[in-house]
């Protein structure tokens, strides 16, 4: 609720705002910008950077504006040439331990202390290196985390407690050695982080960033003995164009296929065709769940940091877990399996290639269980354990894609817009929305509703599993059973639910799970800033996709039918069961 209005002088003009809040959130909502690097709003209130300092009249010394409340009569200047000198002066001594190697840095051009170096007018090293040179963190397949850049703003360590409740990173050491670290500086790769990169999705510099695999692909777009395929999930519509210079959330799905063509990929197909396919395998096992009186709730399986956090927290409940594999994996399953038969391609040859807005995606696809096609192929082709393949050799981030655009050239704004390839790039409706929390919620019913009744769904839309809501509940009548489904998203949401569960106190039947805040529009590879004003941007394309296309329902895709007629047989058969469903795996909690 909204606390009472109260009356404030800034900058020497009377304003009206809103009690209850900081000075600086104040000055943010009458549009009076303060900067800061450590403040992250909801999240991260450390007061560690001192760049927010502000003049309260009547204060001895200047105030952190972040976690100084505002009250009624407040006189406040947020600028005069003693602020413009504190300011300045507390980033350099941040900058004095900085590499400030911009030109070779992975965020060069998407920095908040670059730019912030910019704006207050460095020109120089004002104090010299007091720290001594730390070794970058290379162990994680998802991230890479180099202290030399880290400035100790606190983010990534709030977003990791606060917002996912994994708390694999802290401060450590005192004093000159004081640094974010891990468990017994293990690292990441080997404690219990989910690989969310919302740590890098937050960070204001390059201290923990995406591992690039961009020359990797680049390489392979370039032999031309490989066939380079490639799949881009549902929230990379609605973000790309944002990291290409467009309006946040700007939907640009043919503009992204048209330039995909540019970079070379021999086929372009859409993670969402997967996602239907998804929809099929756990409709159907969530029934088969119902009436064979199965482990239920059944939580779905799509996000594979929520995966590892339950492997890592939950490991008692992972018989919940539906074992769909993730759309992705799907992907490249039948890609490297039905694809390459039905177009007579050597599947050693076939790369596949992910644009994911997630950094967990590459943790995922290096499990050591998703190289289904590889066994698929062994009898057949008669393969050595030495040629086994994965079944997705990449995982970009929308970052990266951008990169890759951005290195060929490609003016993406004025792109004619193209299709997808078939049969992998045909998807529905309800393969679009798993881009957003309740999306994968609201697309099972739209098929699970049918299939039980054998009667059409009157109203397609499920609003209340929509928005932005930690935790929705909803009560379904599916032919006279009622159920009741939830969804969350985040981590820590994630945590209440599966408390829920391990207490024997769960009322629900089937839970969403979606490991970023907006579930995967919000993931931690999407665009620097992700705000939750951009994600509900980006919620609005895709919704505004689901709605402008022709079919909505998972089951209806042509493309789904004709898999199942041709190769799968049937929802949960067996090269289903084969290729597109999988085991977990027990994990400790560091
Ligand atoms: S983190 Fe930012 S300021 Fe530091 S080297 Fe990289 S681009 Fe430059
Ligand atoms: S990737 Fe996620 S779980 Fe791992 S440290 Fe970062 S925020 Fe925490
Ligand atoms: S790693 Fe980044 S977000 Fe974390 S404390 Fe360092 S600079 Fe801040």
């Not at 390059?206 to 490639?230: G, M, S």
């Not at 979606?514 to 999407?526: D, E, S, V």
Request: glycine residues 8%; proline residues 4%.
């Amino acid at each position: 609720m909204e606390k009472k209005k109260i009356n404030v002088t800034i900058d020497g003009r009377p304003y009206e705002v809103g009690g209850g809040k900081s000075i600086l959130e104040a000055c943010n909502e009458i549009g009076i910008s303060i900067p800061s690097l450590c403040y992250l709003k909801d999240v991260s209130y450390n007061a560690s950077c001192g760049i927010c300092v502000v003049e309260l009249k009547g204060a001895k010394t200047l105030v952190r504006s972040c976690v100084t409340n505002i009250r009624e009569g407040m006189e406040v200047v947020t600028h005069s040439p003693q602020i413009d000198q504190a300011r300045k002066m507390n980033l350099e001594l941040l900058l004095a331990n900085h590499p400030k190697d911009c030109l070779v840095c992975e965020r060069n051009g998407n920095c908040e202390l670059q730019d912030l170096s910019a704006v207050l007018g460095i020109k120089e090293d004002a104090f010299p290196r007091t720290k001594p040179h730390m070794e970058p963190d290379n162990s994680s397949l998802a991230l890479i985390r180099n202290p030399d850049k880290c400035i100790l703003c606190g983010r990534c360590v709030a977003v990791c407690a606060e917002v996912q409740s994994v708390f694999a990173i802290d401060f450590t050491g005192r004093g000159l050695r004081s640094r974010i670290g891990t468990f017994e500086d293990k690292g990441l790769g080997n404690v219990a982080c989910t690989s969310c990169g919302q740590c890098a999705l937050v960070c204001p510099t390059a201290a923990i960033v995406e591992r690039d695999e961009t020359n990797e692909v680049f390489a392979d777009l370039y032999d031309k003995d490989k066939v380079v395929i490639v799949q881009t999930a549902p929230a990379i519509r609605v973000g790309i164009g944002e990291a290409m210079g467009m309006e946040e959330g700007a939907l640009v799905t043919g503009q992204m296929v048209a330039a995909l063509r540019k970079l070379g990929f021999d086929k372009i197909f859409d993670t969402q065709f997967t996602a239907d396919l998804t929809i099929m395998e756990e409709g159907y096992e969530l029934i088969h769940r119902i009436k064979s009186g199965g482990t239920l709730p059944m939580v779905t399986s799509c996000s594979p940091g929520w995966i590892k956090f339950i492997e890592h927290f939950f490991p008692k409940s992972l018989e919940h877990l539906s074992t769909c594999k993730s759309p992705q994996q799907m992907f490249g399953a039948v890609a490297k399996t039905y694809y390459a038969e039905k177009m007579n391609i050597d599947p050693r040859k076939l790369v596949v290639v992910s644009i994911m807005p997630c950094t967990a995606k590459k943790f995922e696809c290096k499990r050591p269980e998703m190289k289904s096609a590889f066994h698929y192929w062994q009898e057949k082709m008669g393969l050595q354990e030495g040629e086994s393949f994965y079944d997705v050799d990449y995982v970009l981030t929308t970052r990266e894609l951008a990169k890759m655009f951005k290195r060929k050239g490609v003016d993406f704004e004025h792109l004619h817009v193209e299709e997808f390839d078939k049969p992998l790039g045909i998807s529905t409706g309800a393969g679009v929305i798993f881009g957003a929390t309740g999306g994968v919620m609201e697309a099972a019913v739209r098929t699970a509703y049918e299939v039980i009744t054998g009667k059409p769904l009157d109203k397609i839309d499920l609003n209340v599993v929509r928005g932005f809501e930690g935790i929705k509940e909803a009560e379904l009548d599916l032919a006279g059973t009622k159920i009741k489904v939830a969804v969350a998203h985040t981590l820590k949401n994630a945590r209440t639910l599966l408390e829920q569960i391990e207490e024997g106190k769960s009322p629900y039947a089937f839970i969403e799970v979606m490991t970023c805040p907006g579930g995967c529009l919000g993931g931690g590879g999407q665009p620097i800033p992700t705000t939750w004003a951009i994600r509900q941007k980006r919620a609005d394309s895709i919704y505004r996709e689901d709605k402008l296309h022709p079919i909505r329902k998972s089951h209806e895709n042509p493309a789904i039918k004709a898999i199942y007629e041709e190769f799968l047989t049937e929802p949960l058969g067996h090269i289903s069961h084969e290729l597109l469903h999988t085991a977990y795996t027990e994990r400790g909690i560091y």
